[in-house]
């Protein structure tokens, strides 16, 4: 059963009804949301509408709504804050002009805070993108033998470092991009930032960041000698196909070994960002104590990155699956130490990871703090608001609502799975952007 039309005046706590007016023209911040205090009720019935539309599956059963009236009415008084209702409310007009006041002024106070959000994001996603293109940049120049794609590779870091270690906490930010061009950079990029998160997690200084990032950036290159109908395959490899793709970490080597501040960091991560710990990678089969740190950061980076964006060959990964697989999957493989970090680094639910809300909504997670991994930002799917410019929520600032649970893409609505577009290229950046890029 899907939505159920009633008259207004059935209206109940409990109900969890979707308001199909503008969100501009209630006051309530969402237009699809579950009654829980009797004061919304009277609300809702004061908008002038004559019949409502709320989800039978989704509400309370009028047992539990009955007992949860009762709850909130006997309810002790608590301390208020700008987000708390007032406390000491009783059934008279004062207090129905009290609790409207309340929630038009959290609501204006949400409308302010959406537009620097919207303002943030989109700035964001320039700034990746611009990131993005200095990374082809640098690995056109670098297959060139041009050593100022090396050089420009370090100026790119330089500002990535810096902004990371302005930050007292870094925030990974979800760039959820419509193109799959350029994959080649686009993981680069993504490998980068997700290697310098948990390099400052581990402690590491700022020269030992610089060094991570840019190896980071250059870890595939050598894939660049290889045809792309080879590593970009969607089908299983043939061996000889195998042996060819798994050449690219010494093809990486010489074609930086040559340029006079390629580091010996910088060359360990390129060429031993697919060892193993138990012994079982490539290209030297190396075992844990003989694999560089740095190499060891990459590597994790480099696994979660293809399995989020690429998956396997016969499945798909949701950000949190890929977490999940990676714990258990390869335990014996990668850094115990460097996977529990990077768990705590992206946090439970991981940026692009699609959730059920306590009210019943869905939403993406679009950015993730490491001081707060259980209450990560994201977008809503509320049909109220276009595409272009969502309803974005932080958990931190909602009381009231919670993560129940993570959604693959077969437990989510057509129409929320094209609202929310989750399992499209899944970048991240971090930390607040202020300063541009350098384009030079």
């Known amino acids: 059963m899907g939505l159920v039309e009633i008259p207004i005046n059935q209206v109940r706590l409990g109900m969890f009804i979707r308001l199909e007016i503008s969100w501009f023209k209630h006051p309530f911040l969402r237009s699809s949301f579950m009654l829980t205090h009797p004061k919304e009720v009277e609300i809702l019935l004061g908008l002038g509408l004559d019949s409502v539309k709320y989800d039978p599956k989704k509400s309370m059963n009028q047992e539990t709504a009955v007992s949860?009236?009762?709850?909130?009415?006997?309810?002790?008084?608590?301390?208020?804050?700008?987000?708390?209702?007032?406390?000491?409310?009783?059934?008279?007009?004062?207090?129905?002009?009290?609790?409207?006041?309340?929630?038009?002024?959290?609501?204006?106070?949400?409308?302010?805070?959406?537009?620097?959000?919207?303002?943030?994001?989109?700035?964001?996603?320039?700034?990746?993108?611009?990131?993005?293109?200095?990374?082809?940049?640098?690995?056109?120049?670098?297959?060139?033998?041009?050593?100022?794609?090396?050089?420009?590779?370090?100026?790119?870091?330089?500002?990535?470092?810096?902004?990371?270690?302005q930050d007292p906490e870094t925030i990974v930010h979800l760039m959820n991009l419509n193109e799959k061009d350029n994959v080649t950079y686009f993981h680069s990029l993504n490998v980068s930032i997700l290697s310098l998160i948990v390099g400052r997690k581990l402690g590491l200084s700022r020269s030992e960041l610089h060094e991570l990032?840019?190896?980071?950036?250059?870890?595939?290159?050598?894939?660049?000698?290889?045809?792309?109908?080879?590593?970009?395959?969607?089908?299983?490899?043939?061996?000889?196909?195998?042996?060819?793709?798994?050449?690219?970490?010494?093809?990486?080597?010489?074609?930086?070994?040559?340029?006079?501040?390629?580091?010996k960091e910088v060359l360990d991560i390129v060429f031993q960002h697919h060892e193993r710990c138990n012994g079982k990678g490539y290209p030297q089969g190396l075992t844990d104590d003989q694999i560089s740190c740095f190499a060891k950061i990459t590597a994790i980076a480099d696994v979660y990155d293809n399995l989020t964006n690429r998956?396997?060959?016969?499945?798909?990964?949701?950000?949190?699956?890929?977490?999940?697989?990676?714990?258990?999957?390869?335990?014996?493989?990668?850094?115990?130490?460097?996977?529990?970090?990077?768990?705590?680094?992206?946090?439970?639910?991981?940026?692009?990871?699609?959730?059920?809300?306590?009210?019943?909504?869905?939403?993406?997670?679009?950015?993730?703090?490491?001081?707060?991994?259980?209450?990560?930002?994201?977008?809503?799917?509320?049909?109220?608001?276009?595409?272009?410019?969502?309803?974005?929520?932080?958990?931190?600032?909602?009381?009231?609502?919670?993560?129940?649970?993570?959604?693959r893409p077969d437990q989510i609505s057509a129409e929320a799975m094209d609202y929310l577009q989750p399992g499209k290229m899944v970048g991240f950046f971090v930390g607040s952007l202020t300063s541009p890029l350098k384009t030079s």
Not at 73 to 87: N, Q
Not at 234 to 241: C, I, S
Request: proline share 6%; hydrophobic share 35%; glycine share 6%.
């Open 68 to 165: 949860g009236e009762e709850k909130i009415l006997a309810a002790k008084p608590v301390p208020e804050s700008p987000d708390s209702p007032p406390s000491d409310l009783d059934g008279s007009q004062d207090a129905y002009d009290i609790y409207l006041q309340f929630i038009t002024e959290r609501k204006q106070r949400r409308i302010h805070f959406l537009n620097i959000r919207r303002k943030n994001l989109v700035k964001q996603e320039q700034e990746y993108r611009l990131a993005l293109s200095q990374v082809a940049g640098v690995m056109k120049d670098i297959e060139a033998g041009k050593g100022k794609g090396l050089e420009a590779a370090e100026q790119l870091m330089d500002h990535v470092v810096e902004v990371m270690l």
């Open 213 to 263: 990032g840019l190896g980071g950036v250059l870890h595939d290159i050598g894939k660049l000698k290889i045809p792309k109908r080879v590593w970009l395959k969607k089908t299983p490899l043939t061996k000889a196909e195998e042996k060819f793709l798994h050449l690219h970490p010494q093809y990486g080597v010489s074609l930086i070994s040559s340029f006079s501040n390629a580091t």
């Open 311 to 407: 998956g396997l060959e016969d499945r798909f990964f949701t950000p949190h699956e890929s977490l999940s697989f990676i714990y258990t999957r390869y335990k014996d493989e990668l850094s115990r130490e460097v996977t529990l970090t990077f768990i705590k680094c992206l946090g439970v639910y991981p940026p692009g990871t699609v959730v059920e809300l306590s009210d019943g909504s869905v939403g993406m997670v679009i950015t993730t703090d490491q001081a707060k991994t259980m209450h990560p930002t994201l977008i809503i799917y509320d049909e109220s608001f276009p595409r272009t410019e969502p309803l974005i929520v932080s958990l931190a600032e909602e009381d009231s609502l919670r993560i129940v649970s993570s959604l």
